[in-house]
């Protein structure tokens, strides 16, 4: 499943993106808020050479994992999966962006995408993401894309080795396909008048 923004292509990761991937996966500062990392050369070679070709190949597929990549560079700086329940009607959301293109509104516009293959092309119901309640940046463009807290789940997450407290507060996110659907209304009624 492939879908184009108006600066992103977003598309299937492949072996090829090795470098780009593991630029990002390796850094602690980019992946300190994610479950994963940082990665070692073999774990980031594991995940795009087995986890995703499996994935791919599933029957009924139930993951995706977006690469999030730079129509003008060719670079993939993130990845965002979607990973369905076993109704096929609901997903969690997982994102990552390299911290040298944070800013820019990037990780906006590439979910702003993945929802909208999750909406139209996926048919779900409700995406929903559960984030650190420290991680800011994603915070924010969870909001921005129109969704709402669910709540505060106290002592979810799992800390790293070394960290202070064993585990530490969550958010958790959703919104619904309606929702989605009335903001896209919006947004086209609201071109349309720009346009008279």
Not at 9 to 33: G, I, M, Q, W
Request: with cysteine.
């Amino acid at each position: 499943m492939e879908r184009e923004t108006e600066r992103l292509l977003l598309r299937e990761f492949s072996p090829d993106d090795f470098e780009d991937v593991h630029a990002y996966s390796s850094d602690y500062e980019t992946v300190k808020h994610m479950m994963f990392g940082p990665n070692t050369p073999e774990q980031t070679r594991d995940f795009l050479e087995k986890q995703c070709a499996e994935e791919k190949n599933a029957v009924p597929r139930m993951h995706y994992n977006f690469a999030v990549q730079r129509k003008d560079t060719g670079r993939v700086i993130g990845g965002i999966s979607l990973h369905l329940n076993w109704r096929r009607d609901d997903a969690i959301l997982g994102a990552v962006l390299n911290r040298h293109e944070t800013g820019r509104g990037f990780m906006t516009e590439a979910l702003q995408g993945v929802l909208a293959a999750a909406f139209e092309d996926l048919g779900l119901h409700r995406v929903h993401a559960v984030c650190d309640v420290e991680n800011h940046a994603i915070i924010r463009v969870l909001e921005k894309c129109g969704f709402w807290l669910e709540g505060r789940m106290l002592r979810r997450g799992k800390s790293r080795p070394g960290a202070k407290e064993p585990y530490f507060d969550q958010f958790g996110y959703a919104i619904l396909r309606e929702k989605w659907l009335e903001t896209q209304e919006q947004k086209e009624q609201g071109e349309k008048d720009h346009e008279i």
